[in-house]
């Protein structure tokens, strides 16, 4: 401990003796550092803000769909009943009639997408039911024509979000019903919105499929696809399930014409994609590292040239190789360490400018903090080796004579 005491106070009085050229140097270490850390925690705060938003805008999902081309069969409502009785603990099953049309209210008309669906549908989306409530089972069963809607389609349509029994004229195909308000949906988060800019304004309206059916001549007693909604930690294995109970029931094992998909498999392939992007901008900071690693090595060449005359002395008075080797080693990995610890504070201090603005969250893992501090002692040790060996090598008489 002694000897490594020394040899720590012997490079740390060098690195302070030559302040300008410590700065320099370390210069690249923490400019490759601080790009690492704020590249790390921006590529965790926009994989958190995206697949947050993604849920927030499709819910826990699955679809399961039928190829009309490849088969007559069709999805029946015994079939949604066998599916929700043999997976009790999912949030419901539903059809999905999507249409498009018209909505009309008190103040205006727009454009919009009808969806004719079951009580289940109301998990579609995070954004609850802020007004009001989603349509029962009973309202469902008797094709009341009663809709739920965003909080500010209402707004457009009535101008007012007390809404709640207020009616609109829903308009399919050149035909028309009136439906009564009877829930408000919480309004769609900040990505929705950028998707939806530019556009002119279009609304989204939810009805009982039996409704839809009836006003707007859809069938609803077979269907080519249905919705399971799920927590996501099960979405996957519940959307499995059904998919293997509906091709037994319709006799389509051997065919690719059922198909099922969640979003949890896309919120995972998304992820895939980002660590994608990640890695390489990871890799652009690395790049940064390596050459502020050789600007490391190339100083501590000259620091070697430099202090010949002492390598010289030393030796000549019994300092061993790996004496003169350690000796020059640890002035390399003090060096990139500092140089690490201002990179790891100013990568940090950037992440959260950098986040603010762009409005993610700012996640910064202990691990990512202490592999960098790691990482920067090994830069400093890998790119250390030559100038160190170099020093340990020369002969105390060919270094005195210089």
Do not use: W
Request: charged share 15%; net charge negative.
């Amino acid at each position: 401990m002694g000897k490594i005491g020394e040899y720590l106070k012997s490079a740390i009085k060098q690195i302070i003796g030559n302040g300008y050229r410590t700065a320099m140097t370390m210069l690249g270490i923490v400019i490759g550092i601080a790009a690492v850390i704020a590249v790390v925690a921006l590529g965790n705060g926009m994989s958190a803000y995206v697949t947050n938003s993604l849920n927030d805008i499709a819910g826990n999902y699955g679809i399961i769909s039928l190829d009309s081309s490849k088969t007559t069969e069709r999805f029946t409502r015994e079939d949604i009943s066998n599916i929700e009785d043999a997976l009790p603990d999912i949030k419901g099953v539903s059809p999905n009639l999507s249409m498009y049309g018209k909505l009309a209210g008190r103040k205006e008309t727009f454009e919009a997408n009808i969806t004719g669906a079951s009580v289940a549908y109301e998990n579609a989306m995070s954004n609850g039911i802020v007004k009001g409530s989603y349509f029962n089972r009973q309202q469902v069963e008797s094709g009341a024509r009663v809709c739920v809607m965003l909080l500010d389609d209402a707004r457009h349509l009535f101008g007012t979000e007390d809404a709640i029994g207020l009616e609109t004229d829903i308009t399919v195909n050149g035909k028309t019903a009136t439906y009564t308000v009877v829930g408000l949906r919480d309004n769609m988060n900040e990505m929705y919105a950028f998707l939806m800019e530019g556009q002119d304004y279009f609304c989204q309206v939810e009805v009982p499929y039996t409704a839809a059916g009836a006003d707007f001549d859809y069938n609803t007693t077979e269907f080519t696809n249905l919705m399971l909604f799920d927590d996501q930690s099960t979405l996957s294995d519940s959307v499995e399930t059904a998919k293997n109970m509906l091709i037994n029931a319709h006799g389509l094992r051997g065919t690719s014409a059922l198909s099922a998909y969640s979003m949890a498999d896309f919120t995972d392939e998304l992820d895939s994609v980002l660590g994608y992007a990640e890695s390489f901008l990871l890799l652009v900071s690395v790049i940064s590292l390596v050459v502020g690693g050789i600007g490391v090595m190339n100083i501590m060449l000259v620091s070697v040239t430099e202090r010949t005359r002492e390598i010289g002395i030393r030796k000549s008075i019994g300092a061993s190789t790996g004496a003169i080797m350690t000796q020059f080693l640890a002035e390399s990995a003090i060096l990139t360490l500092l140089g690490g610890i201002v990179g790891i504070v100013l990568g940090i201090a950037a992440a959260y400018i950098i986040c603010s603005l762009i409005g993610f969250d700012v996640i910064i893992t202990p691990t990512s903090v202490l592999g960098a501090a790691f990482f920067s002692v090994l830069i400093g040790l890998f790119f250390g080796i030559y100038p160190a060996r170099k020093a340990a090598l020369m002969k105390p008489i060919d270094a005195l004579r210089l």
